[in-house]
């Protein structure tokens, strides 16, 4: 299974980037994904998870109402659609994908190469 992440930009604060991250590989409907950023001089952080059937959603909550995760299995694609970004969203955001919807890295078994989102002041 691979992942490959983009999307990420340079915005002022208050605007909006969707990313998105395609899955390679067989059963994509079968993971769960996630979101993680890690700013720099900081630990990864969770962002939003989705379960395979689209029940289980989970946010982070400095992202709360601003932020949604959502996912086209057909396209074996998950998005996050970011709005009203802060500069302290700036970070280098990460999907990755695994078993179960869970806040936890260390959860996940496959993870996407990054892509930077800068959001100027």
């Known amino acids: 299974v691979q992942l490959q992440a983009s999307g990420g930009g340079l915005v002022q604060a208050g605007g909006s980037l969707r990313l998105s991250c395609v899955v390679s590989g067989r059963l994509f409907s079968s993971y769960a994904v996630g979101w993680f950023r890690q700013a720099p001089g900081k630990e990864r952080e969770f962002v939003a998870a989705?379960?395979?059937?689209?029940?289980?959603?989970t946010y982070a909550d400095s992202v709360k109402g601003r932020f949604a995760i959502s996912r086209d299995n057909a396209k074996s694609t998950v998005y996050l659609q970011m709005n009203s970004l802060k500069p302290e969203d700036t970070a280098v955001y990460y999907c990755?994908?695994?078993?179960?919807?869970?806040?936890?890295?260390?959860?996940?078994?496959?993870w996407g190469q990054g892509t930077l989102v800068t959001v100027s002041s």
């Open positions: 989705r379960g395979w059937n689209g029940i289980s959603i």
């Open positions: 990755a994908a695994g078993v179960r919807p869970t806040d936890r890295a260390s959860t996940y078994n496959y």
